[in-house]
């Protein structure tokens, strides 16, 4: 596989995820820079948004494993992970896997589990391991949590832990659509079946294991010319500084964001990145890290027109 197929690659994607979501390019496209730079996405919005939809959908546009889980106030850690069980046919325990032993993860409605349950993905996000009675378990190269929330304002949820937002790579702010589009959803959906299974089952795996381990390859080949690292840093740093911000994004956040630059260029193929993948990708990767101060707050400042700010502020590499 080369550059050129690799778009045809990911527009085969995009197009199969189009079967079942309408309206939502941007957020489709992201989510494919996520899955190219093995990162994890987090997509929030307000009910009826098609969220589920979208993680469903570009599970099954891949061959690859999914899994569920729909978090609730009662959900365990054991819930998530899984647990070693005593076999009385073997008189030994056994372990039983929990869902996060899968390859594209959706964690629905996140932020209606507490803060206890939410942490027991902090180690399988950042090292794809998970720990059981210490015994390590790998949980593969593509594994991929896709998770959604509800606005944190709704009733019923919890704010994730700072830990935990750290290790998305992008958040996605969903929002309703335009018109047009919701007129091609509606109309969409008034010439098909109302069995939502069979709504669902037009969705097809177009993309193999094989060739998502190539694509992989080719944005590993990806290299960031000493000028796009600079502009991520002085990016970086410039939320540490910047007044309407009580704490600024993390060395590993920075690193995130070179990731997603990678893939980016690769998806649009090309073989080096360029300052525009960084200014496109900056917000959603750090939406969700930043803190901010208790004036901007006030104010009713958002996360995205501050870091709106923050590109306009710092000089792109020519």
């Not at 091609?184 to 069979?198: F, K, P, T, Y």
């Not at 101060?293 to 000089?315: F, M």
Request: overall charge negative; some cysteine.
């Amino acid at each position: 596989m080369n550059l050129e197929s690799l778009r045809a690659t990911a527009d085969r994607i995009r197009s199969e995820i189009g079967k079942a979501v309408h309206g939502q390019d941007r957020a489709v496209g992201l989510l494919l820079v996520s899955l190219f730079a093995r990162g994890h996405c987090l997509i929030e919005g307000p009910p009826g948004t098609a969220k589920t939809l979208l993680a469903q959908s570009l599970a099954a546009a891949l061959h690859l494993d999914f899994g569920r889980i729909q978090f609730t106030p009662d959900l365990m850690p054991g819930d998530v992970l899984g647990a070693n069980i005593f076999d009385f046919s073997s008189n030994a325990f056994r372990l039983t896997k929990g869902p996060v032993f899968t390859e594209i993860l959706l964690g629905d409605e996140i932020n209606r589990a507490p803060p206890k349950t939410q942490a027991a993905l902090l180690q399988a996000m950042q090292e794809r391991v998970v720990t059981i009675d210490g015994t390590d378990y790998r949980l593969g190269r593509n594994f991929m949590v896709v998770a959604t929330q509800n606005p944190i304002e709704h009733q019923g949820t919890y704010p994730l832990p700072e830990a935990q937002l750290d290790r998305f790579l992008f958040k996605l702010d969903i929002t309703f659509p335009d018109s047009q589009a919701e007129f091609e959803i509606l109309r969409r959906n008034a010439g098909q079946s109302l069995d939502h299974e069979a709504r669902g089952a037009q969705v097809q795996p177009v993309v193999s294991r094989t060739e998502i381990d190539e694509v992989c390859s080719l944005v590993d080949n990806i290299r960031l010319d000493d000028t796009i690292i600079g502009y991520v840093l002085a990016l970086a740093q410039a939320t540490r500084s910047d007044p309407d911000i009580q704490f600024g994004v993390s060395t590993r956040a920075a690193d995130a964001l070179c990731s997603a630059v990678r893939a980016s260029a690769a998806l649009e193929g090309r073989d080096y990145a360029i300052p525009d993948d960084v200014k496109a990708l900056f917000t959603p990767a750090m939406r969700h890290r930043i803190v901010l101060s208790p004036g901007a707050d006030l104010e009713g400042r958002t996360p995205d027109e501050i870091l709106a700010n923050i590109i306009d502020q710092i000089e792109a590499p020519r």
